[in-house]
């Protein structure tokens, strides 16, 4: 166990909805990243935040968001969905912004969405 | 444009051999690497790391060596256990940082017992 939460475990929407999902880092982590991991695919990094302030872009669609709360709670939200999102939406954290080699990301179980 | 990869999307070994899990990048501004090892139902987990300015790094029974004139580095694992079977993903980054780390696509090794 990680200590890295994500909710739900699975997922299943109709394409063109909206979805949320949640991530909640180790104690004491600051940073949280979001990645996709499509069929086939490696793990695309999306987008970290760094105590409530975006740090770093990857891929990341325009349909995509996310944000950091005030108790460190991330949340990714995914809106107009195509069947091609369908993946694994995995969240890490560590506890600085990722500086230094020693700054670890851990991961969560990850959210497997399916869009129909 | 893939700029770390994996050739080799399984891998099998006997329990006690070694096994060699190879990876190669195509982006020469990457300077730290790291594996990572992921169980199914589970997220992935940091295994070992190497900077670009050693070419071993050592942790039990887990050596990754990089090899930078060939944009190569490989994880070896002496002696393979059955529960070393898993999927292995090969990462990098720029400017060592431990953020925007770009992955390979994995390789699922198993360990026969």
């Known amino acids: 166990d990680s200590g890295v939460t994500q909710t739900p475990k699975h997922l299943i929407t109709a394409t063109g909805q909206r979805v949320t999902l949640r991530c909640s880092p180790r104690?004491?982590?600051?940073?949280v990243y979001w990645y996709q991991q499509s069929l086939d695919q490696g793990l695309q990094f999306l987008i970290q935040?760094?105590?409530?302030?975006?740090?770093a872009k990857g891929n990341i669609l325009e349909r995509f968001s996310a944000q950091q709360f005030p108790d460190l709670h991330s949340e990714l939200n995914l809106s107009s969905l195509e069947l091609g999102d369908s993946a694994l939406y995995f969240c890490?954290?560590?506890?600085?912004?990722?500086?230094?080699?020693?700054?670890?990301?851990?991961f969560g179980p990850g959210t497997r969405l399916t869009v129909l | 444009d893939q700029q770390v990869k994996q050739n080799s999307p399984s891998l099998s070994v006997q329990e006690g051999r070694i096994s060699i899990l190879n990876c190669d990048y195509t982006?020469?501004?990457?300077?730290?690497f790291l594996w990572y090892k992921k169980y199914p139902a589970e997220g992935p987990t940091f295994l070992i790391s190497?900077?670009?300015?050693?070419d071993k790094n050592e942790d039990g029974r887990f050596t990754v060596f990089l090899n930078k004139s060939a944009k190569h580095l490989s994880l070896h694992i002496v002696p393979s256990q059955p529960g070393d079977s898993a999927v292995y993903f090969c990462?990098?980054?720029?400017?060592?940082?431990?953020?925007?780390?770009?992955f390979g696509k994995g390789t699922l090794l198993t360990v026969n017992p």
């Open positions: 935040y760094y105590n409530g302030e975006e740090r």
């Open positions: 190497i900077s670009s300015i050693k």
């Open positions: 982006n020469s501004m990457f300077d730290y």
């Open positions: 890490a954290s560590s506890v600085g912004p990722g500086a230094g080699e020693e700054d670890t990301q851990y």
């Open positions: 104690s004491g982590d600051l940073s």
């Open positions: 990462a990098a980054s720029r400017g060592g940082s431990n953020y925007k780390l770009t």
